[in-house]
């Protein structure tokens, strides 16, 4: 149900939001000044980190010997910030630079070691569960402020080095706790945002469950209005013999059978019933309508016109309606924009219930495949890590005689960047699909000029990348 076009859309909406705000987190380089300060600030920066990944057993050298008693702690080597550190490359360069250092805090690691399991933090940071990667850096701060850069052995072997100078100590201190602050950050909105493209999508799919919920719940409005009808106490003919084709319609006999849609309310509770004033203002329209008064006076009648009638009704009521988008805007700030797209899934399961055998189930499913259920998280995490790879191909071939590179706006370059990902990690997509979806949604969601703009730089790019043998797809 949920295909590409709608996926791309969610990535480019998330990524926008994420890169908008995101901190940048690097491993600080190494100061131009040769200052003795700045220097020495840098050793024990590089220092503090290293040991971090020493104290947790993460081997940080190609040669190294193990430390006593340190490197077999399951909570440390499920650290989220250890991880992340381990992995970075600069990390790595860093670690074959300062391994003579590195062996050098040994004794002062297996003390600090020591001390850290025995703290108060270390206790309240073993009984926590799914701890986030802010509560996680946080904790190795904590161990920084409370008990490394207080450690005697520590201290004594940074002062006995060549280069030490107080300023230089205080400074690294405060360069590495910047450092794990911005980790801290950045991976958590980093997690953050990719949680939330994961929720939106599975909102997209509530959405579609909760339009094909709608037409059952009108129906059983429309029962009790003419059970109520029958029963007044002055009940006329018509009251008392009405005609029921509207709520014997085949299509919500179709949809209150679906094996799926009932699975589906059953693990996600929803309902139209907590918004009666809603209910009741569709269905009068509904039975208002051109549409209605055609339908009840056909003399054909089948599960065809049944399934179109409904088709007709939302094409033309219901899909339109002020009304519907201000509830759904209420109930989801993820549904602000979904309605039109999921919309057409809607229409397009009533079409499949008119040719649908009984008993079939006919909403559709989540993902078309496992393929398609991995693509917008995998298109969010390469673009994020390739970001600014490839926003340095945009600003080489933006003309600068129309554009100012600096002041493109953000949107175009957010999806621009989305769209290179795809180009360059999903060989299956056609060249012109991607270029055609990305123009499509530079169209509805970002400048009037966008489209023509993005087809301009992309078509640049493709022919560089094409070139370079990067890009080998037509």
Same mark, same amino acid.
Request: aromatic fraction near 10%; glycine fraction near 4%.
């Given at each position: 149900?949920?295909n590409r076009v709608l996926i791309r859309i969610k990535v480019v909406q998330m990524l926008y939001s994420y890169l908008l705000t995101q901190s940048n987190f690097n491993i600080e380089p190494a100061p131009e000044s040769v200052s003795r300060d700045k220097k020495f600030a840098y050793t024990t920066y590089v220092n503090l980190l290293l040991m971090i990944l020493k104290l947790a057993g993460a081997k940080v050298t190609y040669k190294e010997r193990a430390i006593p008693g340190v490197g077999d702690n399951k909570y440390f080597s499920a650290s989220r910030t250890i991880k992340i550190l381990a992995s970075d490359s600069q990390i790595k360069e860093l670690a074959a630079k300062y391994a003579d250092d590195v062996e050098s805090l040994s004794t002062a690691i297996s003390s600090i070691y020591d001390q850290t399991v025995k703290s108060s933090a270390y206790r309240s940071y073993i009984r926590q569960k799914n701890i986030s990667i802010s509560e996680d850096v946080e904790? +190795?701060?904590?161990?920084?402020?409370?008990?490394?850069? %207080?450690?005697?052995?520590?201290?004594?072997?940074?002062?006995?080095?060549?280069?030490?100078?107080?300023?230089?100590?205080?400074?690294?201190?405060?360069?590495?706790?910047?450092?794990?602050?911005?980790?801290?950050?950045?991976?958590?909105?980093?997690?953050?945002?990719?949680?939330?493209?994961?929720?939106?999508? /599975?909102?997209?799919?509530?959405?579609?469950?909760? &339009?094909?919920?709608?037409?059952?719940?009108?129906?059983?409005?429309?029962?009790?209005?003419?059970?109520?009808?029958?029963?007044?106490?002055?009940?006329?003919?018509? /009251?008392?013999?009405?005609?029921?084709?509207?709520?014997?319609?085949?299509?919500?006999?179709?949809?209150?059978? /679906?094996?799926?849609?009932?699975?589906?309310?059953?693990?996600?509770?929803?309902? +139209?019933?907590?918004?009666?004033?809603?209910? %009741?203002?569709?269905?009068?329209?509904? &039975?208002?309508?051109?549409?209605?008064?055609?339908?009840?006076?056909?003399?054909?009648?089948?599960?065809?016109?049944?399934?179109?009638?409904?088709?007709?009704?939302?094409?033309?009521?219901?899909?339109?309606?002020?009304?519907?988008?201000?509830?759904?805007?209420?109930?989801?700030?993820?549904?602000?924009?979904?309605?039109?797209?999921?919309?057409?899934?809607?229409?397009?399961?009533?079409?499949?219930?008119?040719?649908?055998?009984?008993?079939?189930?006919?909403?559709?499913?989540?993902?078309?495949?496992?393929?398609?259920?991995?693509?917008?998280?995998?298109?969010?995490?390469?673009?994020?890590?390739?970001?600014?790879?490839?926003?340095?191909?945009?600003?080489?071939?933006?003309?600068?005689?129309?554009?100012?590179?600096?002041?493109?706006?953000?949107?175009?370059?957010?999806?621009?960047?989305?769209?290179?990902?795809?180009?360059?990690?999903?060989?299956?997509?056609?060249?012109?699909?991607?270029?055609?979806?990305?123009?499509?949604?530079?169209?509805?969601?970002?400048?009037?000029?966008?489209?023509?703009?993005?087809?301009?730089?992309?078509?640049?790019?493709?022919?560089?990348?094409?070139?370079?043998?990067?890009?080998?797809?037509?």
């Open positions: 149900m949920i904790f +190795w701060i904590t161990i920084i402020k409370t008990i490394v850069e %207080k450690n005697p052995e520590f201290v004594s072997i940074l002062r006995n080095m060549p280069e030490f100078t107080n300023a230089g100590f205080e400074q690294g201190i405060a360069m590495a706790l910047n450092t794990l602050k911005k980790l801290g950050d950045t991976r958590g909105m980093f997690i953050d945002a990719k949680n939330s493209l994961s929720k939106s999508l /599975d909102k997209a799919y509530e959405l579609y469950h909760s &339009l094909l919920l709608l037409p059952i719940e009108l129906t059983h409005l429309q029962e009790i209005r003419l059970d109520n009808a029958r029963n007044k106490f002055l009940a006329t003919h018509e /009251d008392l013999n009405p005609s029921t084709r509207f709520v014997d319609n085949a299509l919500v006999k179709i949809l209150e059978q /679906d094996k799926g849609l009932e699975a589906f309310v059953k693990e996600n509770p929803i309902s +139209w019933n907590d918004n009666p004033i809603l209910l %009741k203002s569709l269905l009068d329209k509904i &039975l208002q309508s051109q549409i209605y008064a055609d339908y009840m006076a056909a003399t054909e009648c089948g599960v065809k016109e049944d399934c179109d009638f409904w088709r007709a009704i939302y094409k033309q009521i219901i899909l339109p309606s002020d009304e519907i988008a201000e509830a759904l805007e209420a109930q989801s700030v993820y549904w602000n924009d979904d309605i039109d797209t999921i919309g057409t899934f809607v229409l397009k399961t009533f079409k499949r219930a008119a040719s649908a055998t009984p008993g079939t189930t006919v909403s559709l499913p989540k993902f078309k495949d496992e393929e398609d259920a991995r693509f917008g998280s995998e298109l969010f995490v390469t673009t994020v890590e390739h970001y600014d790879e490839y926003r340095g191909y945009i600003d080489s071939f933006v003309d600068t005689r129309q554009w100012d590179s600096e002041r493109l706006a953000f949107m175009d370059v957010v999806i621009m960047c989305t769209a290179i990902s795809e180009l360059l990690n999903y060989p299956a997509i056609p060249i012109p699909v991607t270029m055609n979806e990305y123009i499509e949604i530079a169209n509805c969601y970002s400048t009037p000029r966008s489209g023509q703009f993005i087809n301009g730089v992309l078509f640049s790019i493709i022919n560089h990348l094409k070139s370079e043998g990067k890009l080998l797809k037509n």
